[in-house]
C-alpha cells in the first residue's frame, strides 16, 4: 500500500483521484455522486472499494479555507466528512489539504469547454490538482 487517494468534498459529489505508485503524479478517477449532502454511505462503500482496489495508505482531502484563511460552512462540512472517514477508515491518515485555489485554477485550464462539461469534470480534476500539490510538498522535501 503505497499510493494516495485525493478528495474534493461538495455538497452532492466527491471529486477523486489517485497518486501513482511512485506518488509523483496525481490522475483523476472519479466522481462519486450522491442524492442529498448528508446521504454519505454509498460514498463510503465506493471509497472502500477504491482504497482496496489501489492499495491507498493515505487520504487527501482538499480544505477549503477562505482566502482571509478563516473557516466557512464549506470547511466545517469538511471536516465533519474527515470524521466520518476517520470513523470508516480507522487506521488510514486523513490529511487535510488547503485547497483554496483548486477549482478556479482548474476551471481557467477548462475555458475551452462547454459549461456542462465543466462541470461533468471539474470536481475530479480539482481532486487530482490538490492531490498533486500535497504529492509535490513530500517530494520537495525528499529532495531537501
Not at 489517485?18 to 466522481?31: F, H, P, R
Not at 493515505?58 to 482566502?67: Q, R, Y
Request: aromatic share 6%; glycine share 6%; net charge positive.
Amino acid at each position: 500500500m503505497n499510493r494516495r487517494l485525493g478528495l474534493d468534498y461538495g455538497d452532492k459529489t466527491v471529486g477523486v483521484a489517485v497518486s501513482d505508485a511512485l506518488n509523483i503524479t496525481a490522475q483523476s478517477l472519479e466522481i462519486i455522486r450522491r442524492d442529498d449532502e448528508v446521504s454519505i454511505k454509498k460514498t463510503v462503500a465506493r471509497l472502500k472499494e477504491i482504497i482496496k482496489e489501489y492499495e491507498i495508505c493515505e487520504i487527501v482531502l482538499g480544505f477549503p479555507k477562505n482566502t482571509d484563511n478563516t473557516l466557512g460552512i464549506r470547511a466545517i462540512k469538511t471536516r465533519e466528512f474527515k470524521e466520518r472517514l476517520h470513523r470508516n477508515f480507522k487506521k488510514m491518515p486523513i490529511i487535510l489539504w488547503d485547497e483554496r485555489f483548486s477549482t478556479v485554477a482548474v476551471e481557467r485550464g477548462l475555458e475551452e469547454l462547454s459549461l456542462k462539461k465543466r462541470k461533468e469534470v471539474v470536481d475530479k480534476l480539482a481532486a487530482a490538482f490538490i492531490l498533486q500539490g500535497y504529492l509535490d510538498s513530500l517530494n520537495l522535501k525528499k529532495e531537501g
